[in-house]
């Protein structure tokens, strides 16, 4: 008969508590008497060999143990795997006969009895607590019993009794300490924390902080220094890449609009955010298959939507099809009479089509729902007082300008309203001095 092995199902993310439950066996058995594998252990004959097929090793662990633990944490009730695992496992020990089904025993840490996962709770497996003394012992107590018939002789039955106590304290220990410095999982409460945090960087225009917050975001959850990032939560990723929009780190803001498309492949609002990242990249393919990803689910957005018909609209400008942008911008403005922002990009695809007086008749109107609407905000003020250039305005264009200043706008908001005025430069052919002028105006700098 040969020695009884234990094999520990868990998730990647709980490799320390799996560690913990290792050390506390080892401490009643002693090595050489009991076998313990898990996948991720570093010591030799207990994890997956180099090279060596995974899924096989992982079946033929659950094939062979004598028993099986399946450790249940916050984050491993989240995860397929284990559950595949112990699914696996109680299908042996259904096949099996007699007591075959004691060979499955779920180990339940800093969870709920609803937090088990269904398969679970149903079954017949008898789920321990791994968080509690009590019950870690008893645990411990019953492998000294199953195992007593693999053990030579009444001397090492006896030791492993006598070490039960100790290896329970140790157990629970090792655990505690593991659990708390284990990763975040995205409840409720963790993710609106973190939402808080980035809302305040942003209420406080303080931009610049956002690659700071999202490391150690990463970091809470578990998420190393150079690995692949993987989604946590749509919310959290939205927000990343709004704040780094307007840090103009466009990259990033791109990577974390991906990010949250995984989460919600067929959402629109984050299809058109990511395709202004793309744009601000200058990455003109991606836009194109965003766009197109977007036609597919409402072939009507680009008129129906201010912000769908810009990138489009842009996405044509910046390949030099202004006929198709200004076409793009006009059946959006009707769909839309009261946008001033459909009036501004409508009025310099005029500009650039040589339309000036069609141009300077929509950029009054433009004014007129800035005014008409009461709208206070930095795009407002930028579409007024460009309007107010075209149409030869000086005096009304400054008072625009200087209402922009009092919203204290960050450098990626007043790079974009100088990306304005540079379409204005090229479409009307304005002087670089005046042009400086507008936006030394613009900062409230002297000349």
């Known amino acids: 008969m040969g020695a009884p092995s234990i094999f520990i199902s868990h998730t990647h993310s709980d490799e320390a508590v799996a560690n913990a439950v290792r050390d506390a066996v080892f401490a009643l058995f002693g090595r050489d008497l009991v076998s313990v594998t898990y996948s991720t252990s570093r010591e030799l004959g207990e994890g997956v060999r ?36 112990a699914g696996a496992v109680y299908g042996a020990a259904v096949a099996g006969e007699g007591t075959a089904l004691r060979r499955v025993r779920p180990v339940a840490f800093q969870i709920g009895w609803n937090d088990v996962p269904s398969p679970l709770r149903s079954s017949h497996a008898q789920i321990a607590r791994g968080d509690q003394y009590r019950e870690i012992k008893q645990l411990l107590d019953e492998f000294v019993s199953d195992f007593s018939t693999y053990l030579p002789g009444n001397e090492a039955i006896i030791r492993a009794a006598q070490n039960v106590a100790g290896a329970a304290e140790a157990w629970l220990t090792a655990v505690s300490d593991a659990l708390r410095m284990s990763p975040l999982i995205p409840t409720e409460p963790v993710v609106n924390e973190w939402c808080e945090r980035l809302d ?16 150690w975001l990463r970091v809470a959850f578990g998420q190393p220094d150079g690995a692949a990032a993987q989604p946590i939560d749509i919310r959290l990723h939205r927000r990343l890449a709004q704040l780094y929009m307007k840090s103009a780190s ?74 198709d942008a200004h076409d793009v911008y006009d059946r ?116």
């Not at 305040?200 to 490391?215: A, F, G, M």
């Not at 939507?305 to 044509?316: M, Q």
């Open 250 to 323: 466009y990259e990033a803001a791109a990577q974390e609009f991906e990010l949250a498309r995984r989460l919600s492949p067929r959402d629109i609002f984050v299809m058109r955010s990511l395709g202004q990242a793309y744009m601000s990249l200058r990455r003109h393919e991606e836009v194109g298959a965003v766009i197109e990803d977007i036609e597919k689910l409402d072939g009507g957005a680009f008129v129906k939507n201010a912000e769908c018909a810009a990138l489009k609209g842009r996405w044509y400008r910046d390949r030099g099809r202004h006929q």
């Open 50 to 85: 180099f090279g060596e097929d995974w899924f096989q090793w992982i079946g033929e662990q659950v094939r062979t143990a004598t028993v099986t633990l399946v450790l249940l944490t916050p984050t491993s009730v989240q995860k397929p795997w284990v559950l595949w695992e």
């Open 332 to 447: 959006a403005f009707d769909a839309n009479p009261d946008s001033y922002y459909l009036a501004d990009l409508l009025a310099v695809a005029k500009l650039q089509l040589g339309d000036r007086p069609g141009a300077e008749a929509t950029y009054r109107r433009a004014i007129e729902i800035v005014e008409r609407n009461r709208e206070r905000n930095i795009w407002a003020f930028a579409t007024a007082a460009n309007a107010s250039i075209v149409i030869g305005n000086a005096k009304q264009a400054a008072r625009y300008f200087a209402s922009i200043r009092e919203m204290e706008p960050s450098e990626a908001d007043l790079e974009s309203v100088d990306g304005g005025l540079m379409r204005l430069k090229s479409a009307l052919q304005l002087g670089a001095d005046e042009v400086a002028g507008w936006r030394a105006l613009l900062r409230g700098t002297p000349r």
């Open 200 to 215: 305040s960087l942003s209420d406080s225009h303080r931009y610049s902080e956002v690659q700071h917050l999202h490391e």
